[in-house]
């Protein structure tokens, strides 16, 4: 009896069990077609077919927001997001003076919406065509790095083509690791401006107590507005552009949602690894998910410690805290989830059946050898794993020295033919570096720099010599002191610190760049050719993955077919819908949560201090209880938030929740502590999604922080 109930955890587990697969699957929309049958049983009132069409409602209305999701809620551009999504936004546009993440914003009018940060990006999905025969004609019969090269430059080409209409970004993506290859066509628009964010207390009420954790009551939302030029064609920010008019844009439904209702989401995941091998499922759980929190704990450290004796530190680094804290958290949920559903142990048993089966079919002499091949490339990519981290990290939560690697980098590859230069660093690229660069001083101070700086390089100072590299140590040093002495040189001689002077570095010649006598440019100079060696390395061993990981992919989708198993791709940070109901959570032995929060929480959790400061208007109206046509019809209560099994991943905040009719009920915002994990494996006993009801957003703005312009604009006028 014992094993049969191990063996239905497995499998739950793993999606096997008939009535949970259906709720899995982070769908491409050209996929739905072929779904339609479990997608009307499951509720959906709408044709599935014309999910597969991308211009058309409702996936036209959904957009991707930064690196995370929103969607067109009226014809005249309001943009639906996360306040964690804009808190860029937000924090870009906050001092001391007038702390909008703090004490939220209502725009008053259009005139008075508040510009994005300069390289905050909205984009507009218009096209999604296979490319795989293109991609792939000049890479077969080469292997790594050549086999990289030519995929790569196949993939420009066609971005090149793609991107001679003015306005459109393009990409090109790959599915199955390898085995297909799509182009995407996105409308950038690049003048988005704040007009309404609640306060801190409601936006983020709980902040990391509750980040992760159900039950939840927070207004999780922000409105942005989509401008573009008099032409009606992507602009930059000017006073006189006019709102963009979406194609289409979502309905609010004037009712909401229950338990067991139908639901259904559309976003932009950004990655998972369902797909991946089981050594890198173990990887993943016994070193790179410990080793990340640490550092990153370590990070958070230094900038509170900073924050708190200086408040304009604070508020400079609050968006860069924010992150950090909630990749802290996800990463130790996912540690978590990862071994409570014994993740290790079922993916290997799960690939030791897969090799075993595949020894049985005709398609084993060719395609064992393949998979043979890139075990042995992933063991060895584990040699230098901390090293690659440290250096990662060094360049994602640093902005001066970022900067100065990134100008380095575009002198370095302006000597190139445009066609030639690395992804990133071409002409097309130039605009958006631009705007990263003016906002430095917003997000930078020195002294917390240097202190993020010593963190992360006293770490690699106590790597094994194997790991070291020559020019790291000539410009750091080896010991404390000299990392030190280093880092107080460099600061107190660089002038990027000046806008104007990373603007001009930007359109600098190489040999310019070279003879540049700026103390951290000549930094990023010195470390730039080690940089650029291993990345040489790395690009020869993912040439040689692309290349081979389809055979991996081949077995794993015939063995997984042939068992009746979800077969989909893993998200890419590419348009997906997931659909599943409104469903409850018992999270362990006598603990189990109903799926609706309400007002009555956000009283209960209230203590006056942050996190759980909720503002005062908004507990007198609580208190006052006028909640006249927002209660719940079922319950009574005047609902905050709720719980669905959709299939999500990071990426998929501010992705709209749809009902049965493809009205707007809800705003993903967060997943449950328990399923975390579900980047790596989906286990419907736990995965749930947390979304913002949209019932408890239409009545913040009508009785607490009024906008009743906005209320009339998104077709659900105060009361």
Not at 31 to 57: E, V
Not at 119 to 137: H, P
Not at 440 to 462: C, F, G, I, M, S
Not at 484 to 490: C, F, G, H, I
Request: glycine fraction near 8%; charge should be neutral.
């Amino acid at each position: 009896m014992r094993k049969k109930t191990m063996g239905l955890a497995a499998a739950m587990a793993m999606g096997l069990a008939p009535g949970a697969q259906a709720d899995e699957g982070m769908w491409m929309p050209s996929q739905l077609p072929s779904i339609g049958k479990r997608l009307r049983a499951a509720g959906y009132q709408g044709n599935p077919a014309d999910l597969a069409d991308l211009t058309r409602p409702p996936l036209s209305a959904v957009v991707k927001v930064g690196g995370a999701t929103g969607a067109f809620v009226s014809g005249d551009g309001l943009v639906l997001t996360n306040h964690h999504v804009a808190f860029g936004v937000i924090q870009y546009n906050s001092n001391p003076q007038r702390d909008l993440i703090q004490h939220g914003f209502v725009a008053g009018d259009r005139a008075q919406e508040l510009p994005a940060n300069p390289d905050f990006r909205l984009r507009v999905t218009t096209g999604f065509d296979k490319v795989t025969e293109q991609v792939l004609a000049q890479a077969r019969g080469k292997t790594g790095r050549a086999y990289y090269d030519a995929v790569d430059a196949a993939g420009k080409a066609l971005v090149a083509e793609c991107e001679r209409e003015a306005g459109y970004r393009c990409s090109v993506v790959n599915m199955f690791y390898g085995r297909d290859f799509y182009l995407v066509k996105q409308l950038e628009i690049r003048d988005v401006r704040l007009v309404y964010a609640p306060p801190r207390a409601i936006g983020n009420y709980g902040d990391e107590v509750d980040n992760f954790v159900w039950p939840r009551h927070s207004g999780d939302f922000t409105v942005l507005r989509a401008y573009v030029g008099a032409d009606g064609k992507p602009a930059a920010y000017a006073r006189e552009n006019q709102p963009y008019h979406p194609p289409a844009h979502l309905q609010i439904a004037s009712e909401g949602v229950n338990e067991g209702d139908f639901v259904m989401l559309a976003g932009y995941p950004g990655t998972t690894y369902r797909h991946r091998t089981a050594a890198e499922f173990a990887d993943q759980v016994q070193w790179r998910l410990p080793k990340s929190v640490e550092v990153m704990k370590q990070l958070q450290g230094v900038i509170e410690d900073a924050g708190r004796a200086d408040k304009q530190a604070a508020i400079r680094y609050a968006s860069q805290l924010q992150s950090l804290k909630n990749g802290i958290k996800r990463f130790s949920g996912e540690l978590d989830g990862l071994k409570r559903s014994d993740a290790v142990e079922i993916r290997r048993k799960d690939e030791d059946a897969m090799l075993a089966w595949l020894g049985k079919q005709p398609q084993a002499r060719t395609l064992r050898p393949d998979i043979d091949t890139v075990a042995k490339l992933i063991a060895n990519g584990n040699a230098n794993r901390e090293r690659d981290l440290l250096f990662a990290i060094l360049q994602s939560q640093t902005q001066l020295l970022r900067s100065a690697l990134t100008l380095q980098r575009f002198a370095h590859e302006r000597a190139k033919p445009d066609a030639d230069r690395e992804t990133g660093y071409q002409q097309r690229d130039e605009e958006l570096t631009a705007g990263m660069l003016k906002q430095v001083q917003r997000r930078y101070d020195a002294a917390v720099e240097k202190r993020l700086l010593t963190a992360l390089l006293a770490r690699y100072q106590q790597l094994p010599d194997p790991q070291r590299v020559p020019e790291f140590d000539a410009a750091f040093g080896r010991t404390p002191a000299e990392l030190a002495a280093a880092l107080d040189r460099v600061y107190g001689a660089t002038q990027l610190g000046d806008e104007a002077q990373r603007l001009h570095w930007l359109k600098a010649a190489p040999d310019e760049a070279a003879r540049s006598d700026d103390a951290l440019l000549k930094l990023a100079a010195t470390l730039q050719p080690a940089l650029l060696r291993i990345e040489d390395q790395r690009k020869e061993r993912d040439g040689e993955l692309l290349r081979l990981r389809p055979a991996y992919m081949q077995a794993l989708i015939a063995y997984r077919e042939q068992q009746g198993r979800a077969v989909y791709p893993d998200a890419n940070s590419t348009l997906r819908v997931s659909y599943g109901k409104v469903t409850p959570l018992k999270a362990r032995d006598a603990v189990s949560y109903s799926p609706l929060t309400s007002t009555a929480g956000i009283v209960e959790k209230n203590t006056g201090v942050e996190p759980f400061d909720a503002p005062r208007p908004l507990l007198d109206a609580i208190a006052k209880g006028d909640y006249d046509g927002y209660l719940d019809k079922r319950s009574g209560v005047m609902p905050v938030d709720f719980l669905s099994n959709l299939d999500t991943t990071g990426g998929n905040s501010g992705s709209p929740v749809l009902n049965a009719h493809g009205q707007l009920v809800g705003l993903n915002f967060d997943s449950n502590w328990e399923a975390v994990s579900a980047s790596w494996m989906f286990d419907p006993r736990y995965k749930r999604a947390i979304h913002v009801d949209m019932r408890y957003m239409r009545w913040l703005m009508d009785k607490v922080y009024p906008a009743p312009q906005l209320l009339k604009e998104l077709g659900v006028p105060a009361r």
